[in-house]
């Protein structure tokens, strides 16, 4: 299948596969379970700003955006961040580019001449997996199950077949895997 | 906390969590996807035969047990099979007890001096991992994610801490992680 770009995916899970508690809460995801943040057994960030240098974009959803925009730091290396929203006027943050549909967005993405894009944030990691536009999933999955929040996960059109890439289980109990999604034929 | 005894859950899952498509399809959990079925390296079973040596007893809901029932083989090394079912009649089967309720299982499986017990079943691992009887967890996750289906992941009273023991990526790309339930105090 002939794509425009490869949807990046970088998500921080519970083992029941949510991203978020209902309300958006994030704490423990960061709270670890053993004393402590989740640690990678070198100070470090899980790779993290390793895939970040890598992509030429970003792409998430409002929520996400919105989430994320009161933080001081952008954590994207000065990477162009893409939203999606029907109701962000197009001018609301000098730090974005606003798309009122996917169709857009993809267009400007190709037209910009991203090849790998860092999808973010449940739903619109959804969408992009529906619509075949995704290449590349690194889950990491925390030690917990939550019962209920936010995931990138549900109904799709047809199976996501994967291929294993690595995993790594860290000190702490984080355990992370890289899947590249299959393309057939 | 004082548990009567340690379930212990084994369950194949996709990558999305779904241990069997809506209509109880199991297909896809074997099929592989690099051209055969899941291979541990070595013709094995992933440590299925050994997980089962070491259980009491089994404990199931009805919907699992049907799904079994038909099959020319038990896969439980003659352990007692406990079936929770308001429905089927006690003496349906000469291979299961039946009990109306997990009160009743439990009150069952303690008097038989059952200390780990295999629970299986979407339903029932929800159940009893919801109820704080769920010790230990072995999820192997095939590189797919069919979208739809059965889960053993759903709302929870409160979190469910884990404890990472081990993670091994098989050939073929199966990722198993056995997780113990962390109990506080």
Chains 1, 2 share one sequence.
Not at 20 to 31: H, N
Not at 47 to 64: K, Y
Request: proline share 8%.
């Amino acid at each position: 299948m002939d794509v425009p770009f490869t949807g990046a995916v970088f998500l921080g899970m519970s083992v029941d596969g949510f991203i978020a508690r209902p309300d958006g809460d994030l704490s423990w995801l960061t709270a670890g379970t053993e004393g402590g943040p989740p640690d990678d057994g070198a100070g470090g960030d899980f790779g993290f700003a390793a895939f970040v240098a890598g992509v030429d974009a970003l792409l998430m959803g409002r929520s996400t955006y919105e989430f994320l925009a009161p933080m001081a730091q952008w954590p994207y290396q000065g990477k162009p961040v893409h939203v999606l929203s029907t109701t962000l006027p197009p001018g609301a943050d000098d730090r974005i580019t606003v798309h009122p549909s996917l169709g857009h967005a993809v267009a400007a993405l190709g037209a910009a001449g991203c090849r790998r894009v860092y999808v973010d944030g449940g739903r619109t990691v959804h969408t992009l997996l529906a619509a075949g536009l995704v290449g590349e999933l690194t889950l990491s999955r925390v030690p917990v199950l939550i019962g209920a929040g936010l995931t990138p996960f549900g109904p799709l059109p047809a199976d996501v077949l994967l291929e294993h890439e690595r995993t790594e289980a860290f000190p702490g109990g984080m355990v992370q895997t890289t899947y590249r999604v299959r393309r057939e034929g």
